[in-house]
């Protein structure tokens, strides 16, 4: 069994868990006060340690780095797992918690691992941004799938056809699985890289990932695009926005609107 490392810093700041999404860390359990994150003993390389230190002990937070016993982290995972509850027009909620009867979009997930960061602001304001673009009959490629709980949304919007790509291979079971509990059937999943994707002329583009991704691959998602297609991207802090804004400004697109929440910013771009 994989042995994992915990990392606890005492200090709640989703601008502390954006940074160290840059490392292999798979997930982070936010608490009022503080947060954990947890990474695979094989990934905490002394060089990552070391980065990781250095990074924490700037922002003047204390934290310490503990060996975690092999247990079950489906548990784990449940316990600190919140639903995102977008106006009336979707919530998304794992089983054990109650459906709301006023929500437009009652959407289950099976909250593993591959929920990842746990950065409600921005699968909020992907959502909420989803509301008022039109899906029907539309191809779309969700980049960075994690649950596949956007994918999941559009095929419920009317979306047509929908890929999904995650490198991690428990996002990719997990988006098969979250697909099938919720009854969506035009879901494509592939697990690795961007280059294994061969579609293009997707109508609709969902990126909801970290700045270094979205700014490396920006070449490759614009040409991904169908004419006049869309492209929402999110897993930005707002200090970044206009670097993200500027890599995809090169290849044509324009900034039709965006979202601020907690410090995070949603884009959404056309061309």
């Not at 697109?253 to 910013?265: A, C, E, F, I, P």
């Amino acid at each position: 069994m994989e042995i994992y490392y915990g990392l606890k810093v005492d200090r709640a700041d989703e601008i502390l868990i954006a940074f160290l999404t840059q490392f292999e860390f798979e997930s982070f359990e936010e608490n009022d006060d503080h947060f954990i994150g947890y990474i695979k003993k094989s990934n905490l390389t002394d060089e990552t340690r070391i980065e990781v230190e250095g990074l924490l002990t700037e922002h003047e937070v204390t934290f310490n780095f503990y060996e975690i016993e092999p247990q079950n982290w489906n548990e784990i995972w449940e316990a600190s797992f919140q639903p995102v509850i977008v106006g009336n027009f979707c919530q998304v909620r794992a089983d054990f918690h109650p459906s709301k009867d006023d929500i437009r979009y009652d959407l289950i997930i099976n909250p593993k691992m591959a929920f990842g960061t746990g950065h409600h602001a921005t699968t909020h304001m992907m959502i909420e941004k989803m509301a008022d673009i039109p899906f029907n009959e539309k191809k779309v490629f969700d980049f960075g799938c994690g649950t596949g709980i956007l994918a999941i949304l559009a095929s419920k919007l009317g979306a047509d056809k929908i890929d999904a790509l995650d490198i991690e291979y428990e996002s990719y079971m997990n988006t098969i699985e979250n697909a099938s509990i919720n009854q969506v059937k035009n879901i494509k999943a592939f697990e690795g890289d961007l280059d294994i994707i061969i579609g293009d002329n997707y109508d609709i583009i969902l990126a909801n990932i970290n700045r270094n991704i979205l700014v490396q691959n920006a070449n490759v998602l614009v040409g991904k695009l169908a004419v006049s297609g869309k492209l929402l991207l999110s897993g930005i802090l707002e200090e970044d926005a206009d670097s993200v804004l500027k890599s995809y400004a090169v290849f044509g697109l324009k900034n039709q609107s965006q979202l601020s929440r907690d410090g995070w910013v949603c884009l959404l771009m056309t061309q």
